[in-house]
């Protein structure tokens, strides 16, 4: 089974952090069956975090994850900190397959939706 | 004219700031002749900062300059900080049309990228 783990930043503000909760049940009703489970996670403040997203995954029975950073630079949290979280749950389930996808901002259709927005 | 000012946080990462910068010139590009002045700016660390990327549009001649806030949620930087930067600039320039468009993260198409990303 493959699971979908929505990564964001985690904010101070609840209602950001439910905003990622809502995308994260879009994301899964909009998939279509791809993802046996999908989930999110945030990087720091909010709750869970990245390593209990994975774990929760691989809880549900995920034999691959893979983790959408929903950042939109190649800031450090996309850079280094979500590669680390991941590289621990990595050398812990070696067996599982956990992939971390491109993030947001590197999608050439943003600009496409940036254009839609201005209008 | 129009002008299209797309507004990012601003990282002590200099090439997250120069991402912004590049999209920027592309958003110009892909604009197709709808903005007369396509630039960006920052709400803090990177410059210009918001003012004086929203004088640097009036500068170049805009009657009209969309705010477009290159975020993905509805955190204290959307919802006050930028909103906070636009009132003043627009209270300097009652004769100009500042407006602020729907932020990224808003966007209903923000789903089929994220899924475009994880595939």
């Known amino acids: ?17 439910q905003e990622v909760r809502d995308l994260a ?4 009703e909009r998939a279509g069956g791809r993802f046996g489970h999908v989930d999110c996670a945030f990087l720091e403040i909010a709750e869970p975090l990245i ?9 549900r029975g995920a034999e691959q994850v893979i983790v959408l950073p929903y ?13 680390n979280d991941v590289a621990i749950k990595q050398a812990e389930h070696p067996g599982i397959d956990i ?8 999608s050439d ?9 201005a209008s």
Chains 1, 2 share one sequence.
Not at 71 to 83: C, K, N, T
Not at 99 to 106: N, Q, V
């Open 99 to 106: 992939r971390i996808a491109p993030y947001l901002g590197s």
């Open 1 to 17: 089974m493959k699971a979908l783990l929505l990564v964001a930043h985690g904010s101070r503000r609840e209602s950001s952090n």
């Open 25 to 28: 049940a879009r994301l899964g």
């Open 51 to 59: 390593p209990d997203g994975i774990q929760r995954c691989i809880d």
């Open 71 to 83: 950042f939109l630079s190649a800031g450090r949290h996309v850079v280094e900190d979500i590669p």
């Open 109 to 117: 259709g943003v600009i496409e939706l940036l254009l839609a927005s």
